[in-house]
Nanobody, 130 residues
Framework: VQLQASGGGLVQPGDSLRLSCAASDFTLDSYAIGWFRQAPGKEREGVSYISGASDGRTHFADSVKGRFAISMNNAKDTVYLQMNSLKPEDTAVYYC???????????????????????WGKGTQVTVSS
């Protein structure tokens, strides 16, 4: 069981990037999937989340609302984070993570605590600089 994050890079302010989080050997339909980021000297913070269940609920941190979008493919094995209008303060290592929420029987909410995530992918660096 693995998560693989990819798509980071060096871009200028105002540019866009799309990050991908691919699950190996499992599907995400019983999971809450989150994108987190960690800038140097700062704590890891949740950026955006999506439910793998049919409701497809999403959640965004205030700092990225209106600029980022999160989605999942039909096979439910890849989650995307579309990042638009990037700012220098978006510079960080971005991680995807998944929490199995099946036992909550639908009674769970965003945001999710990073300490409760079951699986983490390796980070991908996003640098926004002119």
């Amino acid at each position: 069981v693995q998560l693989q994050a990819s798509g980071g890079g060096l871009v200028q302010p105002g540019d866009s990037l799309r990050l991908s989080c691919a699950a190996s050997d499992f599907t995400l339909d019983s999971y809450a999937i989150g994108w987190f980021r960690q800038a140097p000297g700062k704590e890891r913070e949740g950026v955006s989340y999506i439910s793998g269940a049919s409701d497809g609920r999403t959640h965004f941190a205030d700092s990225v609302k209106g600029r980022f979008a999160i989605s999942m493919n039909n096979a439910k094995d890849t989650v995307y984070l579309q990042m638009n209008s990037l700012k220098p303060e978006d510079t960080a290592v971005y991680y995807c993570a998944a929490e199995n929420v099946k036992d909550y029987n639908g009674n769970w909410y965003f945001p999710r605590n990073r300490y409760g995530m079951d699986y983490w992918g390796k980070g991908t660096q996003v640098t926004v600089s002119s």
